[in-house]
């Protein structure tokens, strides 16, 4: 069986598999000779290389090394079947929300830029008693109320449906989400980017926040409507990982927008990502030749 790698770090921290031949190529110049089982394709997926998964002869499953995959389907060949990188960006991901919860919530960007100017009168919302809604409870929304919780936050999580979890207790609804959201001080957007969470924080569900409330979005840009946020910038406050339009084009409003922390989608991007994806693909190639079903199946 043939695999191939986007790099020759992921294809080394893999390692040897037995029964797997292994392919470097990231998708750029010939793509590899012969019948080809399993792609693993560049992290940054763009719609180009994408494009080339039909010069891969044989294909039959492309493993993403990333957790989303909206527009991806659409681009793949028929009869593929699609992995997505499920599990392996929870911890990273977490951290950096984590990170952007402070960083917002105790004032840190504003202390940078202010340089020359010792402001101390401010008094700054704590992470401790702050009331934190992870809105998209899958696995990196646990990853995170994981951390949340033991700097004393208190934190509800939603979900598609109710259920119950050993972590959080009552996981809610997405139907509730308009009943909760004006209790809460910070709401952390952790949903696939799908056409029913396409604007799902836009204008009415955002004017249903508190006055200085705190918008935090590490799923897709998309999920959070961009002309909302600079109608209620100075009111509530945003973090962004990611931002819609992707990349954010220099002179965009939301750049200087009051109260506005945007990072370059780099939640993802740590040293805990390498460790984690080899251990991923080792293992979807180990089920790959013994015949079992593969992990994290999406479509196919």
């Avoid at 917002?104 to 960007?109: F, K």
Wanted: aromatic share 2%; net charge negative; charged share 20%.
């Amino acid at each position: 069986m043939k695999a191939v790698i986007s790099s020759r770090t992921l294809a080394d921290a893999v390692g040897p598999v037995d029964g797997v031949e292994v392919d470097v190529w990231n998708g750029e110049g010939p793509a590899p000779e012969g019948d080809v089982d399993l792609w693993v394709p560049h992290y940054a997926t763009s719609a180009g290389v994408l494009d080339q998964a039909g010069q891969l002869r044989g294909l039959q499953v492309v493993q993403l090394q990333s957790a989303g995959y909206d527009g991806v389907l659409e681009r793949l060949p028929a009869g593929i079947t699609l992995c997505n990188a499920s599990g392996v960006h929870d911890d990273a991901t977490a951290e950096h929300a984590v990170g952007l919860v402070l960083a917002s919530l105790r004032g840190i960007p504003e202390a940078v830029r202010s340089h020359g100017h010792w402001e101390t009168d401010k008094m700054r919302r704590s992470l401790a008693d702050s009331r934190v809604l992870v809105l998209g409870y899958g696995s990196i929304g646990r990853a995170l109320a994981e951390r949340l919780l033991p700097m004393k936050a208190v934190v509800t999580a939603v979900a598609s449906r109710e259920r119950q979890d050993d972590l959080v207790g009552r996981v809610r609804g997405i139907a509730d989400l308009a009943q909760l959201l004006p209790e809460q001080d910070v709401v952390v957007a952790l949903v696939p980017l799908s056409d029913a969470t396409r604007g799902l924080l836009g204008a009415e569900t955002l004017a249903l926040l508190p006055d200085g409330a705190l918008v935090v979005n590490v799923a897709r840009g998309p999920v959070v409507d961009t002309d909302a946020v600079i109608a209620e910038a100075g009111r509530l406050r945003f973090a962004l990982d990611v931002t819609d339009p992707e990349p954010l084009p220099d002179g965009h409003p939301l750049w200087d927008a009051p109260g506005v922390l945007i990072t370059p989608h780099i939640a993802g991007g740590t040293t805990a990502m390498l460790p984690r994806i080899a251990a991923l693909v080792r293992d979807q190639l180990r089920r790959r030749v013994a015949g079992e079903p593969l992990a994290n199946v999406v479509s196919g």
